[in-house]
């Protein structure tokens, strides 16, 4: 079956430091691949998505690259500010319209 | 406007009893999901429907039963609440593209306690 590993969290940051959320996979066939993101109190929210190999999605300064020879989709920011406190979802569709979503990571950047 | 709306927001309720959770959005999706987010965040897809039509049905007891009286709506009842059905429960709704992906735009999410 399909499923999405995900870093444990929480992952603690100063303002500016530089972010990575590591994301692999196993899927059959050829997932698209996302990130959302959860504030605090509020429902998910596409971050960026991926929808085949070495497609690169980015947003709000985030990045991360469709890697299918290491099935992984890691999330990366240069430089984090207090309002990316949340909790990142890595997710995927395999085309069954219905997403496969990772345990989630808890971002807490402290300034 | 609201894409995704649910109610109640919060719902805490006895073990035993029957409560609804309602649904709408106003994209005018042809799909729409009901996701349960346990204590520890993991999340998971209950059921789908699209077009009225249920074509998602996970592992999910039978004291569940989704309702959609039309494609803007996806109601879920609950039978004889238990404690371990305390949660957050995501309403999402997508449309389908031709590139194979689709984006789900998810409400706010409703707070579940079952005392």
């Known amino acids: 079956g399909n499923s999405v590993t995900q870093m444990e969290g929480p992952v603690t940051l100063s303002e500016e430091a530089f972010l990575t959320i590591n994301c692999t996979y196993t899927?059959?066939?050829?997932?698209?691949l996302f990130w959302y993101v959860q504030y605090p109190g509020e429902g998910l929210q596409l971050l960026l998505k991926a929808t085949k190999a070495d497609d690169k999605g980015s947003n709000k300064g985030f990045e991360a690259t469709y890697r299918k020879e290491t099935t992984s989709f890691h999330l990366e920011k240069g430089s984090v500010q207090v309002s990316d406190s949340a909790v990142y979802f890595c997710?995927?569709?395999?085309?069954?319209?219905?997403?496969?979503f990772g345990s989630g990571t808890r971002l807490q950047v402290q300034p | 406007d609201t894409a995704v709306s649910q109610t109640p927001k919060y719902l805490v309720t006895q073990m035993g009893n029957d409560k609804s959770i309602k649904c709408e959005q106003n994209?005018?999706?042809?799909?729409m999901y009901w996701y349960k987010q346990d204590s520890k965040k993991f999340l998971k897809i209950m059921f789908s429907?699209?077009?009225?039509?249920?074509?998602i049905n996970e592992t999910v007891p039978n004291r569940f039963s989704p309702k959609s009286p039309d494609k803007a709506h996806l109601n879920l009842h609950i039978n004889s609440l238990e404690l371990g059905d305390s949660a957050v429960y995501f309403c999402?709704?997508?449309?389908?593209?031709?590139?194979?992906?689709?984006?789900?735009?998810f409400g706010q999410g409703t707070r579940l306690t079952v005392v």
């Open positions: 994209l005018g999706h042809d799909t």
């Open positions: 899927a059959t066939g050829y997932p698209s």
């Open positions: 999402a709704s997508s449309q389908p593209t031709g590139t194979g992906w689709t984006e789900a735009f």
């Open positions: 997710a995927l569709d395999t085309g069954r319209r219905a997403l496969t």
């Open positions: 429907y699209n077009n009225k039509e249920l074509i």
